[in-house]
Structure formats: structure tokens, C-alpha cells
């Protein structure tokens, strides 16, 4: 097998077999990056002195024909090539000859490795950023759709108190603004740049760490050549807890979903194209799609454990335990690609129940309001509260919601209850979604 480190001596190949495991697939994923890094690290090797024009205008042709290899899918790793830093050298070296083998000077795999990683991790946490965004957009304007419709709120599994469909697809929609904080912290933990570190000591030539660095795009060089190698894991843990940030709220969502779809709730449906139903029961409109949602985003919030455990117990310095890494995050992260997607598509169909509440189960759930019409009339609340309990106790509870108001005669006709009935003006409630405030947030947020 063709490797960068060959001295001559062939490993075994069930060494090789069980060393190289999965990379090589994933390692195709970073050939787009291992080509960018590799251009500008001859850049700054012919500002050194260690290429000549013509050598860096010849890899820079040859490189570029790669990625247009690697951008139309020709590209390949060969049968018996390592991994992709050795593809690309070895491609090199053939349309090049001795040229070719000079791109590796001042660099290690080690360093190599971490650039190629850290470019991919920027650009997946911007594409799961544009994604979230997406998302954000489709909640918001069903928060506004059906702010008015009203919907029970739940604690500890009983009916609770008044919610509404405004307030639960624009709780999710603010609770993707701080999910992109979260991204937001992970990019500017990976957007600085450890090339020219070497092997996590630094070389002996005067390589130009600020020219890569900005000719990469990075915010910084990882100055410290050591700090650089320990980067490693602890970026993927950081990648991996702000997509886990978004993964628990879709996991929450689905949750919900599963549940109001349940014909005891009936709060939501969606079209049966986008439902499953049963091999015996021709009744059932399963929500698999939220299911399989769920328990992805359980499997994605995991990674965070899994790569903490993979990088617990290793001295600083490389070690081979780190290939395992993208075994483990790549997946990961094409799995939140997907839920994202088909999050935004769900709910792009999704239809609500706009009478919930004509069923007497949910009279209930408007004792507080009853209680808090009833100290707005004078009542000290410790009194209303026992003379709203009795009422329940002895079954004549009954709530006329804004009993002094116009409101209560416009209820009175239509026998509807609306969200803007119950009177609720503070910021976050029903009556006062703060959905502009909530854009404008994400908007803020998303400038990175």
C-alpha cells in the first residue's frame, strides 16, 4: 500500500486491514480540503525559497486539475493508496515526478490531517447553520399562521394550562436561536489554523504560518505547535455538542409531534403520503418519520459522550486512536443534514386542529384564569384560589373568560375561543408571541 510514512518495510496486511478500518471512505469526504490546504502551503513554500515559480505554478495546475476530478466524482482513492493525502501526492508525483514529491516539505500527516478536518467542520457547521435557519423561518411563520388557535399546555403529562400554537412552534423556532449560538462557539473553536505545526513541535524551516493562515481563511493560527496537536478530539467534541444542541430540540419537537398525533390528543395530522400505517390494522397513521427523527437525534447526542470517552486517557501528541474520530462524527453530521431536511419538509405539511378545545376535557385548564379574573375583581388570590378548587372539587367549575369585557360577548356568539381572549400581554405569552424580536435575534446571531 502506498503511504507517506514508507520506509521500505511493508506492514502486515492484517495490520493494515484493521488500522485503516473505514477511513478510506471518509477520507473522501476531505479531498476537496486536503487540496486547498496543499495550495497553500506551496504558496508559502515558494515564499520561502523552498519552491521556485515555476515549480508552484506546475503543482498549482496539477492540484487544480485534481479538484476538478474530485468536484465531477472521478475522483478516486486507488486500491492500495493509504488515504488521501497519499492520493494526492502520489497523483502528483505522477504528472509531476520528483516536482511532485516536494509538496510534503515542512509538514507533517499530523498537521495535514487537522487542516483538512478543521476546513471540513467550518463548512459543515455553516451548511447546519443555513439549515437551522430554514427551519426557523417554516416555525415562525407557523407560530403566526396559528397564533390565535389555542392549545393545551402540559406539565408533568396533565392538562395544564392555556397554550396555543403560536406559542409552541415559536418556542422552537427561539430555542434554534440559541442552538446556532451554540454552532457559533463550535466555528470559532475550529477556525484557526494548525498548519505548519508539524507533528506538534514545529519544523526547522521558517514557514509563514500567518500567510496559510490567511490564505485559508482561519481567524487565527494556532500558535503553539503543541496546542495545535491537542486540538484534536477536542474540536470534534465541540462540533459535536453544538449539533447535539440541535438535535435536542428536534428531539423534542418529534416528541411532541408523536404525541399530538395520537388520536387520544388529536392536535396535528399530517397528509397519509407522509404517514405509515399498519401490516393488520388499516386504521393506523403511524408518525415514523417523527420516530425515526427522535431516535437519530438521541443517536446524534451521543457523539458528544463517545468522542469524550475516544480522547480521555492519551498523553498530548497524535495518536492513532483519533482516526476513529470521524467514524463516529461523520455520520453524525450528515444524520442532522437529514433530520433538518425532513423537519422543514414535515412541517411544510402539517395541518392543526383548530377545536380542541370543544372537547370538556380541557374546561380544566382554565382555573388559573378564572382565578386571576377573580383577583383582578378584588379577590385576595388565596381566597380565589380555594373558591376555584371547591368549584372543581364539587364539579361546577365553569370559566367565562373576560367576564367584564367585550371579549366575553364576542365568545359568547361565536362560541370560540381565541388566544387573544384570555387577555395575556406580557412578553412571551399568547397574546404576545415577540416573534420579531425572536428574528431579529437569530439575525444577529447568524453573523459569522
Known sequence: MATLWNKGIEADGLVEEFTVGNDRVLDLRLARYDIMGSKAHIRMLESIGLLDKEELTALLGALDGIAASVEDGSFVLEPDVEDIHSQVELLLTRRLGEIGKKIHSGRSRNDQVLVDIKLFLRDELLAVRDEVHKLFAVLQELSEKHKEVLLPGYTHAQIAMPSSFGLWFGAYAEALVSDVCMLHGAYKVVNSNPLGSGAGYGVSFPLDREMTTELLGFAVPDYNSVAAQLGRGKVEKCVASAVGSVALTLNKFASDCCMYMSPNFGFIKFPDAL????????????????????????????????????????????????????????????????????????????????????????????????????????VPFRDAYRQVGEEVNEGRFEYRPGCHSERAKRVEESHHLLASDLGHTHIGSIGNLCNDKIALRMEQELEW
Request: one cysteine or more; aromatic letters at 8%.
Open 275 to 378: 404517514t405509515t400505517g399498519s401490516s393488520i390494522m388499516p386504521h393506523k397513521k403511524n408518525p415514523d418519520v417523527w420516530e425515526v427523527m427522535r431516535a437519530r437525534c438521541n443517536r446524534i447526542m451521543a457523539v458528544e459522550n463517545e468522542i469524550s470517552l475516544m480522547c480521555s486517557n492519551m498523553p498530548h501528541g497524535y495518536h492513532r486512536d483519533y482516526q476513529l474520530l470521524k467514524d463516529v462524527l461523520f455520520p453524525a453530521l450528515e444524520s442532522m443534514h437529514e433530520c433538518l431536511r425532513m423537519a422543514a419538509f414535515m412541517l411544510e405539511h402539517i395541518e392543526v386542529n383548530g377545536h380542541i378545545l370543544d372537547n370538556p376535557i380541557y374546561n380544566y385548564m382554565f382555573t388559573v384564569e378564572e382565578v386571576n379574573s377573580r383577583v383582578l375583581a378584588g
